[in-house]
């Protein structure tokens, strides 16, 4: 059983840190993409920023210079760094993963985390 589990999350006032952790755990042969996800009250889930399995990231434009991904590849764990904080960035932040189970005959499948809920007041 393949699950995605998140932690870090909690409650920083405006221009704050926070940093995100994510871990892959279970019946695991390769993981290709590894991403976090945010969904405010009443908004729709969006793309915070996306590591791929080589490597490259790539950012949402409201996030760009104060957020940063990275990934522990042997860990199977990825890491939002969250800088500079501002309270539009509350919400509740979803790891997401295109995991490929061990002795799966159907490839890749997209996971996603319970989520953890970030809180940045004014």
């Known amino acids: 059983q393949v699950q995605l589990v998140e932690s870090g999350g909690g409650l920083v006032q405006a221009g704050g840190s926070l940093r995100l952790s994510c871990v892959a755990s279970?019946?695991?042969?390769?993981?290709?993409?590894m991403g976090w996800y945010r969904q405010a009250p009443g908004k729709q889930r969006e793309l915070v920023a996306v590591?791929?399995?080589?490597?490259?990231?790539n950012y949402a434009d409201s996030v760009k210079g104060r957020f940063t991904m990275s990934r522990d590849f042997a860990k199977n764990t990825a890491y939002l760094q969250m800088n500079s904080l501002k309270p539009e960035d509350t919400a509740v932040y979803y790891c997401?993963?295109?995991?490929?189970?061990?002795?799966?005959?159907?490839?890749?499948?997209?996971?996603w985390g319970q989520g953890t809920q970030v809180t940045v007041s004014s």
């Open positions: 997401n993963a295109d995991i490929t189970p061990s002795g799966s005959a159907y490839g890749p499948r997209d996971y």
């Open positions: 279970g019946s695991i042969f390769s993981i290709n993409r």
């Open positions: 590591v791929t399995s080589r490597g490259a990231a």
